[in-house]
């Protein structure tokens, strides 16, 4: 049967029943922010809340789409309803994503592993404003756990923390991503660091480095977001080693945070921030709209006094932002 034309309560309805393609009709609603995404919010809203979300990232080539389907094989095998959002760079061309960790993940996933492949959209930071929506949907449908996998992207990666309970960052030897780790702000934001690719040599250099930047976050106070001590577990993404103790260590994590209060505080600024960012969304289309000179008049005069230099930059942006809410 067809979905086209349905209402959004009925392919909810069915989403709910476990039919995979009404989900998938759901969630391109969301990702295309489609006059029925509101009403889908809403939906997914009232039965989210349940599902432990993962986020794994780190830098590119570290191999986190093939320790991700080692997680999902294994949780597939322990009778888990996982779902995985492989986060894309969007195409040039399209604009879509590419795909690629969705059919490397596919090949090892059990049937209820749910695999969905998001581009970026060219959102800063590699995540989707659709992702929030998105893993709330996932959530609402019974899916348990939700594993992020960024695209890596470097230094704006910390938009991983506002999204998951458990950030996993993914270090390997030979890529200097120890500093990288320091450097980005990662050292920071990880809830588990997992040192890939231990086979080859560096791994034991990697696992040092962690660890004395773990003892000097220690001596500065930065652990003092979590009180934890992140844990680094020794990973070979290729023949799945090391992937069951990658699963305990986040099993005690959210064990952890559950106890001690930061699950239900991780999750309240989680929607604080997704409520901020889709104002910040709504507020630079309004502005671009404005300097456009498609919704107020008297804009045009001020850009044009600026670029006679007759006003500054600093006094027309504080003229223009006084205009804003008449949009």
Do not use: C
């Not at 997680?71 to 888990?80: C, D, I, N, T």
């Not at 652990?223 to 103790?245: H, K």
């Amino acid at each position: 049967m067809s979905l086209r034309g349905l209402p959004p309560a009925d392919i909810f309805d069915k989403a709910l029943g476990g039919e995979r393609r009404a989900l998938g009709r759901l969630i391109t609603f969301v990702e295309r922010d489609a006059a029925e995404a509101e009403t889908v919010a809403e939906l997914a809203h009232e039965r989210a809340g349940n599902a432990h979300v993962i986020g794994i990232t780190g830098a590119p080539g570290s191999g986190k789409s093939t320790l991700t389907g080692q997680l999902v094989k294994l949780l597939g095998e322990a009778g888990k309803r996982a779902a995985v959002l492989a986060v894309d760079p969007s195409s040039p061309l399209t604009g879509g994503a590419i795909l690629g960790d969705r059919v490397r993940m596919e090949d090892v996933a059990s049937p209820d592993t749910f695999i969905r492949s998001m581009a970026t959209r060219g959102h800063q930071g590699g995540l989707s404003l659709a992702v929030p929506g998105v893993v709330r949907l996932l959530d609402a449908t019974g899916y348990d756990p939700i594993v992020i996998e960024t695209v890596g992207v470097g230094q704006v990666e910390v938009d991983i923390a506002g999204t998951a309970d458990t950030t996993v960052v993914v270090a390997t030897p030979g890529m200097g991503d120890s500093v990288q780790a320091n450097k980005a702000g990662l050292l920071e934001l990880a809830d588990l660091f997992v040192v890939n690719k231990a086979d080859r040599p560096g791994a034991k250099d990697v696992r040092r480095d962690l660890d004395l930047m773990l003892d000097l976050s220690h001596v500065s106070g930065q652990d003092q977001r979590t009180g934890m001590r992140p844990e680094i577990i020794m990973t070979t993404a290729l023949s799945g080693e090391g992937a069951p103790e990658m699963w305990d260590a986040i099993e005690r994590h959210r064990t952890a945070i559950t106890a001690n209060g930061q699950l239900e505080a991780r999750r309240v600024n989680r929607d604080i921030d997704e409520v901020r960012n889709r104002l910040m969304a709504d507020l630079e289309s309004r502005v671009d709209l404005m300097l456009a000179g498609q919704s107020l008049a008297g804009v045009a005069e001020v850009l044009d006094a600026v670029a006679a230099r007759s006003l500054s930059p600093t006094a027309a942006a504080t003229q223009l932002a006084a205009r804003i809410k008449d949009l």
